[in-house]
């Protein structure tokens, strides 16, 4: 019974992938959309079961498959497991999931390629359900490179256009060099403890300290933190994710903000007994996270496309997940994970539905004024960006209002980092809100005629998480009422968060201090875009620092230089000058078999007569050899 | 009187081979190869083979002797006049059949002698009586395969030669 | 009769069979009528045939005329194949002129 239960939850979207890959395009166009939202609301039902489950009795469970590799005294096992991480985890995949298949149903109604589009959505649910039951490193492993794959098929779903392909193959590749160093680490640790078991490594890890080892160790947190890097987007290898942006709308909101980009972060959760251990590499992570939210932050302030600022916000709030990770503070993390998931997946939803109205226009430049026709959508995206920008009492002020508090107990430095980071944020969410749906309406005036609300099957997810986005805050209050820490205590064993109980006017002071940050942020804005009306310009026009930010610092320029050019030059050179010596080489000998076989060919020339006589000769020779010598 | 009519047989089936292998008209060849098995049943009677002697008449002027004729006959080859080889090949031909010819006499000639005198023995052993035993009995399997071969021989013949319906 | 052997000695039959053998090599080398060659190889035939008589007289055991017996056999199968394959061959390229078969090369 309990296998089978938590077996379907992992069959209900694989099950939904099959359908409509073998027979979505006869099922007409429709139907796809039903089947595969249907697959993931299965998915959720079991989910819930299993979280009210957990709720009460406290157990994980566990779910052995068979054992899957076993060479010398290293084995590893399909197995599962449910805890209290994996099935809230599980919850907001599943949920913000079928929220956004619910949405997709609408959205995608009118491409040629909706089957296809509810298969991979579905596919990439099952991968994500696997990474976060994985009960060892190697299953989880299968569940990363899935969604991995899942998103590089989405981001290119458009394959006509070159330029998404393109986008598409940057974010594997750059996930790929993530995937070596996550690889390399689940090496390193098999090698050290023979085990890849999440349960296994947390004993062995707690009695085992001898300094080649704990150097090890250090090496593996290293190796896995750069797989959450490619997978998380953080410095330097986030520039996949902006430019995931080509994919279609709801797979930026599920994949790219709400799920797959916080496999990071649910990894480092996960393995949260090895990072203890490692302190140096924790204080690395705090580092990266906190330049991340600030770097991603400043380039998100001058964009112009809306989805672009969405990307680069999320990369800055991924940036102070990770910063909380950094700083031991996971809980925390996982807090502003869901928060965020809540969110950043509402503001997608409410651009993508901007974007429908506008007949496919993401340029900020060319909207505005859509208050007054997108009602819902305005309110959902206007409590997202209350949300996000830390304004009590919605959800993200909670969580992001805890990540400064422990940044600035641990220091001063990174929490006036995240605070700059926290401003900018404000800054250019509003920036963003107002531009999209105050003042006239800028666009052309056949987009004016086509302006409309989206349908229902979009605005319901959008109220159901702007409603999330509002009270999500309400599973971990400050001052000791957080619900959220005592439920995951059974994961963190050292948990060494100090938790003050009752009010603390350090803490007051610091929720002020974060929402008059915000206000400031929001003022800055209001000050620029409403006041005095500013339209970003032209393309061309931007000068100075906006430029160096414009063109977003320029990274992809560098990398490109640094990395891809000498790599093709290194190409080149094997192309034109080692490839040919080698042709030559195979050539030659081709050509001189030829050479030899020219005498040869000339016995064989078809005459039965010729062929007699040689072979009378033959057969007199055969008999000289035999008898005679 | 025995070695005389030993010697006029052999010339007599030497040259009608030559002359079989020489003449100009496929026929006249086919006929001095007929008069050459003759002459050859005319040896397996000589030494005492009757029932060989008689089936190789049956089986070779008879049958193929007729299908061959036949064969001249479907063709109407008999008045084509056949171009001759190149004189390279011809001498070629001529210089492999010499060299055959050495080659097999030497083996012959270098083979160790067995039986070193041959004494006969008045005893039967190639009568017709006892080929027949030793046929039907001791070699009754591969007696049984040659029907099976002349009968699978006959359905390709037939398979081989039958004009294919034009399609 | 029984002491032929005797008389006229076995090697006086193994030249005539090496010599009757030779005489179809040359028709098969000399020739360019398949259908000739054809009867060369008959005539190789005979001469194997009587080699093998004349050693089952000589080792006085049938086994010898037996095998010539099923050689028999075996040339009459050899033959109605052969001139089924002849006929085929007139038919198709309208000549039975070896020299013309040059169809045989890779």
Redesign the interface.
Known sequence: METGLVLLLLIFPLVGFLINLSVGKKIGRSLPGIIATAAVTGSFAISLFYFIQILSTGQAIEVHLFQWVAFGEFSVNLAFVLDQLSLLWLLVVTGIGTLIHIYSIGYMHDDENVDRFFSYLNLFIFFMIVLVTANNLLVMFIGWEGVGLCSYLLIGFWYKNQQFNDAAKKAFIMNRIGDLGFLTGVFTLAYLFKTVDFATLKLALSTTTTPETSALLGVAAFCLFIGAMGKSAQIPLYTWLPDAMAGPTPVSALIHAATMVTAGIFMITRLNFLFDLTPDIQYFIAIIGAVTALFAASIGIVQTDIKKVLAYSTVSQLGLMFLALGLGAYQIAVFHVITHAFFKACLFLGSGSVIHAMGGEQDMRKMGGLKGVMSITYITFLVSTLSISGIPPFAGFFSKDEIMLVAFQNSPILWVVAMLASLLTAFYMFRVLYLTFFKEFRGTSEQKKHLHESPSSMTMPLIVLGVLATVGGLISLPFGYSWLNNYLSPIFSGSDVVEAHGFSTEQMVFMGVSTLIALIGMSLAYYKYMTKSTVPEEDEKITGFAKVLYNKYYIDEIYNTIFIKPIYAMSNFFNSIVESIITGVVFGFALIAKGLSAPAKALQNGSVGFYLSFFVVAFCLLIICLFLV | MITIIFYILATITLGTGILTVLAKNPIHSAVYMVVCFFSIAGHFLMLNAQFLSVVHIIVYTGAIMILLLFTLMLMNLSDQHEPKKKVASRIAAAVSVCLTAIVILAVFLKANVVIESYKAENIDFQSVQVIGQVLLDEYMVPFEFASILLITAMIGAVLISKREKKA | ????????G?N?Y???S????????????????T??M???V??ML?AA??LL??F????????G??F???A??????????G??????I??NIGS????K??????
């Open positions: 009769m029984l002491d032929i052997l005797e008389q006229v076995i006086n193994i030249y005539l090496t010599l009757l053998f030779c005489v179809g090599v040359l028709g098969i080398l000399y020739r360019r009528s259908i000739v054809l009867m060369s008959e005539l005979a045939n009587l008589a004349v089952s007289v000589y080792h006085q055991d049938v086994s005329q037996v010539v017996i099923f028999m056999a075996v040339a009459a199968a050899e033959v109605a194949v001139l089924a394959i002849l006929v085929s007139y038919r039975i002129d070896i020299d078969l040059k169809n045989l090369k890779g």
